[in-house]
């Protein structure tokens, strides 16, 4: 049985797409057709935007209600949400190939904290009066920075989509999404939730296409603000737009971040902590610590560690409750990583294990977990995202050294730093040039700011930092002298 959907979410309803095209989505684990829904057109967007603006403006807009009111809304939406957790996490699980175990508490469970985190944050805001310098005070007020557009990758959809939609419709915008071609299906029912929980007509509107009605609804003239996750690549041609137009952006894109092991570190008794931080979901999440960075000291024992980590991994179905590593999201996706592992054997990399497709499966875009060796910081599998499991083991002397290797990257999203001591962690966590390190783990809380440094984005999402981005300040002098 397939999923197949007729209409697009807009203005509320199931509203009838103005072309006939439709987004397949294959399964990439049994290469199956498994749903359809319609692709949107710009006629569509155009329609969805008004919505979305009408929804904001109009007689009893959602930016002019107060902001306990719309918590009323989203705390119901994310009751409707839970309520579909399960089905969330197994329609993303069979798009993209993430664990199903992953995919309850990333993709099922994420959402609706998320909502309720920033539902009862915005609730609980007021305006502040500040006493001036000048003998008078201003009152700084805060109202949503208007219609949204934004844009989310396939990796982790929901998790992505609702770092978005909580903080935005908190705040009172509203929003025109469009979510990757890969992984539609869990969007549509997020359509479904937002229907049941009565969430009014136009606040959220969904559009899924590619990259070309992306760049339209990015450059739309209804559009305020606007959100993407994604390529490095895309966020630039994003970033010229919004320059162009001086529009507000918050951009969350690649990553290359190091785990660095210090020389006092027991890997294998974090080793479960250790997967989570570098090979998560099959690779395919911006801040895993891929490049591993290793005292020359202990090199060749924290290289068999990773790599026995490697070996014993579960790879198979991923809606098997105890696999551990699926397939990745499509066949284009499994021969950019095989590039990867060939440059990487090219510039003098040595595979301890993996560098194949994965046992006798003949369907399925498996890739095995890969360890390199001998890895050098100026290798290209060093500094280039492969998004796919693929880790390199580079040597250091020194703590300054392994400074120096961590902060030689156009990246600086995640990492992690593996020390029997917190605190020497944190003090080397300080010099990484990076938006969010972890000590012995990586766990971006929902309420600490989560972004990116050079290549890895403009902005922060999550914590208050990810409220304020969807608002705009006002300050009304008081008692004017
Ligand atoms: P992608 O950039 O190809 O696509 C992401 C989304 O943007 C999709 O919905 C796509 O249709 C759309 N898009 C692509 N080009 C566009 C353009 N020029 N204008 C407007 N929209 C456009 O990325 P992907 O392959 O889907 O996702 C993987 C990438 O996302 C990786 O680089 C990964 O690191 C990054 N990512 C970053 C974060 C983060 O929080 N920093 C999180 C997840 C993924």
Redesign the pocket.
Known sequence: MTIDYEGLYIRGEWARPAGDTTISVISPTTEQLIGSVPEASERDVDDAVDAARAALEGADGWGTWAPTRRAEVLHRFADELDARAEETARRVSSQNGMAISLARQFEGGFPSVLLRYYADMAAAQEDEVRPGMLGGSTLVTRSPVGVVGA??????PQA?TFLKLGPALAAGCTVVL????ETVLDAFLVAEAAIAAGVPAGVLNIVPG??EL??Y??AHPGVDKVS???????GR??ARTCGELLRPVTL????KSAAVVLDDADLAANIESFFAATLLNNGQ???LGTRILAPRSRYSETVDTITDLAKGLKIGDPLSDDTQMGPLVSSRQRERVEGYIEKGKGDGGRVTTGGGRSGSRDTGWFVEPTVFADVQTGHTIAQE?I?GPVLAVIPYEDEAEAVTIANHSDYG?GGSIWTADPERGAQFARRVASGTVGINGYSNDPTAPFG?IKN??LGRELGPEGLASYQQLKSIYLDVR
């Open positions: 844009i989310v990758p396939w990796n982790v992505i469009k979510p990757s071609p590619g990259r992306g760049a609804l990015v993407f996750t994604g390529s490095t690549a895309a041609s994003i969350e894109l690649g990553g999440i911006c801040w995202e998004f999203l990116g890895s984005g």
